[in-house]
């Protein structure tokens, strides 16, 4: 399983390999540059100023033996100057081409996981989505790939950065001289052990603040989401001092890191110092003994520094590059998790005929029996109502007709064809389901309704929102078709999401159109009303509708009752009134309700 | 959430506002003195580190112009050591001082912030969403800390560093030195014109990021809904429409970032070539040593960071401005519902209740000509009247939106009439003080809200002195105890948070013990419609039973059992009553409570016929 994390850590790796090695390139020059620098001041130093021995390349020096030596330059020395803004600019370049390319890559590797992530998300099957937990997925989506990202571009980056560093500066200072540049180095393992552990050990501190933070989040959270209970029992008094001890605990905690990190910098900017008090101290005691001159001077006092700071960097790189590996592991646990199957053979025939439930069978991962071989034909252009006790399996009826599930034994046909053959996205779009508690998208009303849909024009929206019964409701509001829905915008409430969503699945072509309890939340009336628009638009479409409405039930052509996995009882409703069953009974809430009336009206109501 | 941290900001950079949140850090103005002090210091001492590595070339290294010597090398240790004792302790002191103003400056405003939303009204709440005060209290905050804490810091850093380095060259060679300094001021405008656009360029990557963040919440919440309706390919044309929106916009704020940089050090480095030139051709003359070439060549190449620090800080505080500005105005909110002075000096304020001065309660109520309205132009209630006796029940049913919890919030004093009077035990309520009426008050809400806890902390949360054996006694009476005793831990059991570890059912009845406790003489029940087993459904009926009796109780009641047997059935519609009596007066009636009730009655048969719950 470590290998899937590892490949795709690769991939990304090469997909952008042009723009990391343009990146190490980069960084190459400049590392070159900034040790070039200091020798350009201490040749000037040295060999212009003093005549002491070159340390520049043949070639350089032949070149200014042709301009008159080092006399000429030391009175010319614009040229130096010269060379030393040309160095700059010229770093200036590939530092810039270094940014680019590195933060070019960074955001491709965030890209690519970001829409691999999205899309496989989307493909994950049905069955995934109804456990999944969204804060902790939207977190591996999120920082997670940020971390990732993070770590590719930059940490990689300033490690190999400070390793170059250090290889430099030893190829740069032991040709200058090799005991000077060991003493210059003689507290750099120290200071990278002490980085490294530092951070190591304070880690747990970053995590305890973290907390503290979570802490004082949840008491702020759940006071102002719970502050009618707050006021009602007059309790403010002690919020105010639950808060102020989460506000104090996260205080000390913050205050704590700021004191470690004080200490921190502190130490490692004393070994700093020292580092560099001894460096130049060295230099000037092989100075007097004229084993040195001041160039050499100058450029250990600078190397010095150019060492010490990456190395600074590096323990704290190190110590939480850790984070990275666990970070892709969490992002890897989503891509490996199977998507729906393609289906290359998949055929998409007309889907007007009826639909058959033959001897099917279906159980969830649990392996509780939801459907229990369950046969029966829904006729095609018909209205069939399903009545069904809760648990009795309604709703798996209609996930397995839009292929959201598959059963393990039996089918399910169309039209006479397998369902299984039929194209997955071809069935869903020409079947539209309409989930009890629908979601909706946070964006307008308008495009809400029109989600389904590519192209859509106003009088289609329109329509549909009329029949849904949904216009008024969306007239009323501040903004009408362009008011903001979600968490951005206004909530709605269950009744007004049913009506949106049943508008937005009338906006498509269905051949098959289900409910799935989904006008639980309007009352009888706008109930009714929907349903008598849904028969004037669409005559011929075969509609499932599953209620617990007598009204509705009564109207369709077909009602399956079924209780357990199984259909009971199933016919019209002049045959299912008679038959006992559990049409009947709720048939004849009506009777009982007259004969209370007749009871209260007589005053002998026990309650 | 984040959307709201967005919004829009003022440009131009306000003194005043600064002066304003500097009164709030107060307590902490000592600490920004030793804090400025520390950072000066500091600052001098980096001045001072060239000067010391010219004074070893000038004095110990043999050059040209003069022999080596050791002489006063002990003595150049000790000050160099010295100098690093000094400089290391300010970095420990300015790094403690400055986390300390921040967490402390953090702390205070939140403080403050708090205690000032306890006391906002509920309309405050009505406007503003949970999350856009989570962040006005988090990021907000956090930010309004950091820029006090650590741009006065880099402030100071900087104008000592520059001051004290010029200072330093001038005393060396004042012409050299104006001739370097000529590249400060471009250096100044460059810099300030860079940092104000990186700042821009990564705040549209963070509100990039954020859409990018809410794609991919809906994305997975939504995820079931997207199957059903086949949408997967235009959300993902959507969302790769984002994540190249974020690609752009990042590189365009790493480009601009990685092209600042190399700008003003090549600008700096025309200062650094320009003192070697110059200085270079003093030294060959004798006018300069090689110690001070060497100080001109290091300040110069020292000089952009303080420049870039500061341009940095300014542009910071800018953008902090922002954050600064919210929130100042919850801070300076003021809430709608205030007790008087007279009231406060009398009874206490919400903070320090004076009990021994409060009357009890009995729980007469009367709405006398009350108007109402959360909106302006929208009343809600006009010319309401009603009178309550102590200790009646009274239902209230109707359909959503016609002004049932209008009623309660008012009788609650979440809200208050804008005209016309509340009356408790024949007094203007407002002239008692909101706590004593609260104190009095027991409400359940219709989704019971639990905070993170023990069912034990729950439960006392009404009144806080309550003994365990009162805890239980509470529990007992609404029948809650064989529950909570079948817990792993009784009634210990860790809740979670909002009390998510429990079910709906549970929940209710766990607010129902929490409100009995408090022996409210007035009890307000926001009826659940949420589903419930029968069984339980028989107990929370038997705990609303239980807490009803012998007070005066509001009921927006949805169960028909709960309704039945109130005292007296207000049917609301459009603000007004239009029907009141008990269950048989109304059903005699055959007007709107007829209607609702057969419906209602139907609908709650077929759901217990079909083992569900009703749902109104």
């Known amino acids: ?607 | 959430m984040q959307q709201f941290e967005e919004q829009d900001y003022t440009k131009r950079f306000s003194l005043s506002l600064w002066k304003k949140i500097l009164g709030y850090a107060k307590e902490y103005h000592k600490d920004l003195y030793r804090l400025a002090l520390c950072m000066g210091i500091s600052a001098g001492c980096d001045v001072v580190f060239p000067l010391m590595t010219s004074y070893a070339i000038d004095h110990f290294i043999p050059t040209l112009d003069h022999a080596g010597s050791t002489q006063g090398v002990p003595v150049f240790v000790i000050v160099y050591l010295l100098l690093l004792a000094v400089q290391v302790y300010t970095i420990f002191r300015f790094l403690y001082l400055g986390g300390k103003v921040e967490t402390g400056v953090c702390y205070t405003i939140r403080k403050r912030a708090f205690r000032k939303l306890q006391e906002l009204p509920f309309s405050y709440y009505d406007r503003m969403p949970v999350g856009y005060l989570m962040s006005r209290m988090t990021s907000d905050t956090q930010r309004l800390a950091e820029t006090i804490g650590w741009s006065l810091l880099d402030l100071a850093w900087g104008s000592v560093m520059i001051v004290a380095a010029s200072i330093t060259m001038f005393s060396l060679n004042w012409k050299l030195t104006l001739a370097v300094l000529i590249v400060v001021p471009p250096l100044a405008v460059i810099s300030w014109w860079f940092q104000q656009r990186i700042l821009h360029a990564y705040r549209a990557v963070r509100k990039t990021n954020s859409k990018i963040t809410g794609a991919f919440n809906e994305g997975i919440m939504g995820a079931k809904t997207t199957k059903t309706l086949v949408r997967e390919e235009m959300n993902m044309e959507e969302f790769t429409a984002l994540t190249h929106e974020m690609k752009r916009s990042s590189v365009r704020a790493a480009s601009l970032s990685s092209v600042y940089l190399p700008i003003v050090v090549s600008l700096g480095s025309l200062a650094t070539a320009y003192a070697l030139w110059q200085g270079g051709q003093l030294v060959t003359v004798g006018g300069m040593t090689l110690g001070v070439l060497q100080v001109f060549v290091n300040y110069t190449v020292q000089f952009f960071q303080p420049i870039r620090d500061i341009a940095n800080t300014f542009a910071e505080m800018q953008s902090a401005q922002a954050a600064a500005e919210r929130v100042m105005t919850l801070l300076e909110t003021a809430p709608d519902i205030v007790d008087t002075p007279e009231v406060e000096a009398v009874f206490g304020d919400n903070f320090h209740p004076k009990k021994e001065n409060w009357p009890a309660l009995r729980g007469d109520v009367e709405f006398c000509h009350v108007d109402f309205q959360y909106k302006e132009g929208e009343k809600v209630l006009s010319d309401f009247n009603l009178k309550i006796n102590a200790g009646e029940t009274i239902a209230l049913v109707g359909p959503t939106g016609a002004g049932k919890s209008t009623v309660v919030n008012l009788i609650c004093r979440f809200y208050e009439p804008t005209a016309g009077e509340i009356k408790i035990d024949g007094v203007n309520y407002k002239e008692r003080s909101q706590l004593w009426l609260q104190s009095n008050l027991g409400y359940v809400l219709q989704e019971p809200r639990l905070f993170s806890g023990t069912i034990r902390d729950n439960i006392r949360y009404a009144k806080l002195d309550a003994t365990d054996e009162e805890v239980e006694h509470a529990a007992r009476l609404v029948n809650a105890e064989p529950f909570i005793l079948k817990m792993e831990k009784g009634y210990d059991t860790d809740v979670g948070e909002g009390g998510s570890r429990l079910s709906t059912g549970e929940k209710q009845l766990i607010s129902f013990a929490r409100a009995i406790l408090a022996d409210p003489r007035i009890f307000v029940l926001d009826e659940a419609t949420s589903s419930v087993d029968t069984q339980t459904e028989q107990i929370i009926q038997h705990a609303i039973q239980k807490v009803l009796s012998g007070r005066t109780s509001f009921i927006i009641a949805h169960r028909l059992s709960t309704i039945r047997t109130a005292d007296r059935i207000l049917v609301i519609d459009g603000g007004k009553i239009i029907e009141s009596g008990t269950h048989q007066q109304l059903l005699r009636q055959k007007g709107a409570y007829y209607n609702l009730y057969t419906n209602q009655f139907q609908e709650e048969q077929a759901m217990e016929i079909l083992g569900g719950a009703a749902q109104a």
């Open chain 1, 1 to 607: 399983m470590h290998t899937s994390k590892r490949r795709l850590m690769g991939r990304l790796l090469y997909d952008n390999k042009w723009y990391f090695l343009l990146a190490l390139i980069c960084t190459v020059v400049t590392i070159v540059i900034e040790f070039v620098t200091p020798i350009v001041l201490a040749e000037t130093l040295d060999y212009y100023l003093q005549g002491k021995p070159s340390r520049m390349p043949a070639f350089v020096n032949n070149w200014i033996d042709s301009l008159g030596g080092p006399a000429y330059m030391a009175r010319n020395l614009w040229i130096v100057g010269l060379a030393l803004v040309g160095l700059n600019v010229l770093s200036g370049v590939f530092s810039f081409g270094k940014g680019r390319a590195q933060s070019i890559a960074g955001e491709n590797v965030s890209l690519t996981l970001r829409e691999k992530l999205y899309n496989h998300i989307q493909k994950l099957p049905f069955a995934y989505h109804v456990k999944a937990e969204t804060g902790d997925m939207v977190q591996r989506c999120t920082s997670d790939v940020e971390t990732v990202r993070r770590f590719l571009s930059m940490q990689l980056m300033q490690v190999i950065n400070a390793f170059m560093m250090i290889a430099f500066a030893l190829f740069y200072l032991l040709r200058e001289n090799v005991r000077i540049t060991l003493i210059s180095m003689i507290l750099v393992p120290a200071l990278f052990l002490f980085a490294w552990l530092f951070f190591k050990w304070v880690i747990k501190n970053f995590r305890l603040a973290d907390e503290a933070e979570g802490k004082m989040s949840a008491v702020l959270q759940e006071n102002l989401t719970g502050v009618r209970v707050v006021r009602a029992f007059g309790q403010q008094e002690y919020e105010v001092e639950k808060f102020g001890a989460a506000n104090e605990d996260l205080r000390k905690k913050n205050q704590k890191i700021c004191n470690l990190l004080a200490v921190y910098w502190a130490t490692s900017d004393a070994l700093c110092m020292t580092q560099s008090m001894l460096t130049l101290l060295t230099c000037v005691f092989f100075a007097i003994r004229g084993d040195i001159t001041v160039g050499t001077l100058t450029i250990f006092t600078s190397y010095v520094w150019k060492l010490l700071y990456p190395i600074r960097q590096l323990g704290r790189i190190l110590s939480d590059a850790g984070k990275s590996s666990v970070s892709m592991e969490r992002i890897d646990e989503i891509l490996r998790a199977p998507e729906e199957p393609a289906e290359p053979d998949a055929i998409r025939p007309s889907l007007k005929g009826d639909i058959v439930f033959d001897h099917v069978t279906f159980r969830y991962e649990d392996n509780r029996d939801v459907l229990k071989d369950m046969s029966f034909t829904v006729p095609a252009g018909k209205t069939v109502a399903i009545l069904g006790s809760t648990g009795s399996g309604k709703s798996s009826v209609v996930h397995l007709i839009q292929r959201l599930f598959e059963p393990q034994e039996g089918k399910i046909t169309i039209g006479g064809t397998d369902i299984r053959k039929i194209d997955r996205s071809y069935l869903r779009s020409r079947v539209g389901l309409v989930l009890q508690e629908p979601f909706l998208y946070s964006k307008t009303l308008r495009e809400n309704v029109g989600i389904a849909v590519r192209d859509y024009t106003e009088e289609a929206v329109d329509q549909a929102v009329q029949d849904a019964a949904a216009k008024a409701f969306i007239l009323e509001s501040d903004k009408g078709y362009e008011t903001l829905v979600g968490e951005r915008g206004v909530t709605l409430s269950g009744g007004q999401k049913q009506r949106i969503a049943i508008a937005r699945t009338l906006m498509k072509d269905n051949d098959i159109l289900i409910f799935d309890d989904s006008l639980s939340a309007v009352d009888t009336e706008t109930d009714a009303q929907i349903r008598a628009a849904l028969k004037r638009r669409s005559k011929d479409t075969t509609t499932i509708i599953i209620s617990h409405r007598i009204v509705t039930l009564s109207q369709a052509d077909l009602i399956l009752v079924m209780e357990d996995g199984r259909v009971t009882e199933q016919g019209t409703h002049d045959e299912l009134i008679h038959s006992g069953g559990l049409y009947s009974r709720i048939f004849n809430i009506q009777t009982a309700l007259e004969a209370e009336f007749k009871e209260e009206n007589t005053g002998y109501a026990a309650v």
